[in-house]
């Protein structure tokens, strides 16, 4: 279980970002954030988010319709 | 790059924004915002019509005049309105709603959600004092988070920034 959920089904480009990087904020460092999206443009998207800002992506996957991404806070 | 306080060398981007129609005033304000959720220093430079993007109140337009490529998806199909239909009164206002709608219905954000988000982010805007003195606009005119600033001022930012883009 993740320490912050963030649920971003629905939203498309650039929101499910935008919100990551507000809700990751209140991730303790070494902390995870869960993500829900249903943009499937965001399984590039949050792999290049985690490349330039050195947060960790420990888990993407899909379930269906819904993309689900575990993030590191680091 | 830049060194910042800390030694950390941080990226920096600069966007000129020139064009205040609904359809151009996402890609700056898009990047923009994202580049700065990615940790990047970003500075916008708004001249000629993108100047308006600045305004309190937006009630941005999008044209079909002169744009064959705007095809609206209607009816399992897309279809583009034949230029002639674009200059007769109201086609702006039905196409600048449509594609609101579009956006709204397809989780887009608004380009007023997204202009928060970038002034959230730190985006630094600038907006051009040439392009306010032309079209007479004061800077009570616009958001409150803005600097004015002209070409020299661009140019020093461009000249040390990683990515610089014409929009």
Known sequence: ?74 | MSEDAEGTNTKTMTIIVTKGTLDWAYPPFILGSTAAAMGVDVQMFFTFYGLTLLKKDLNLKVSPLGNPAMEMPMMGGHMSMPNIMGVMPGVTSLASTMMKNMTKKKGVASIEELRDMAVEADVKMVACQMTLDLFEYSKKDLIDDIELGGAATYIDMALKSDVNLFI
């Open chain 1, 1 to 74: 279980m993740a320490d912050v959920m963030l649920d971003a089904k629905g939203l498309n480009c650039p929101l499910p970002i935008l919100k990551a990087k507000k809700a990751i904020k209140t991730v303790p460092s070494g902390g995870t954030l869960e993500v829900l999206s249903t943009d499937p443009g965001s399984v590039a998207d949050f792999a290049a988010f985690c490349r330039t800002t050195g947060n960790e992506l420990l888990e993407s996957g899909q379930d269906g319709d819904t993309y689900r991404f575990v993030i590191k806070h680091v």
